[in-house]
């Protein structure tokens, strides 16, 4: 399985801008669809934005749609996740999944390698 480190999370205001970094070691990472998911205490997992493993297509879930931007960069192992116009409601674990092959679904039980996560906390 690939690893998975995440890191860029913290305490913004809403409006404000935010991105996460994930970088993957252990495997050859563009062999990997890359996902975003979050979640908040008592709530399943989310699904957020998902890349293809060269990078030419993207998924969102509607509720992050225009104002979020996945994108990765092969050469450096490298996944990210930009959260413009952040909002209250964004607040939540934010977790870096990969998948062996292509996109399948935006179900995390498709998604194989997980990160611990990073608190993303937008205040009103």
């Known amino acids: 399985q690939v690893q998975l480190l995440e890191s860029g999370g913290g305490l913004v205001q809403a409006g404000d801008s935010l991105r996460l970094s994930c970088a993957a070691s252990g495997r050859t990472f563009s062999d990997y669809t890359m996902g975003w998911f979050r979640q908040v205490p008592g709530k399943e997992r989310e699904f957020v934005a998902a890349?293809?493993?060269?990078?030419?297509?993207?998924y969102y879930a509607d509720s992050v749609k225009g104002r979020f931007s996945i994108s990765r960069d092969n050469a450096v192992n490298t996944v990210y996740l930009q959260m413009n116009s952040l909002k209250p409601e964004d607040t939540a674990v934010y977790y870096c999944a990969a998948r062996f092959g292509r996109f399948a679904s935006q179900s995390s039980s498709d998604f194989g390698s997980w990160g611990r996560g990073t608190q993303v906390t937008v205040s009103s």
């Open positions: 890349i293809s493993r060269a990078g030419a297509t993207t």
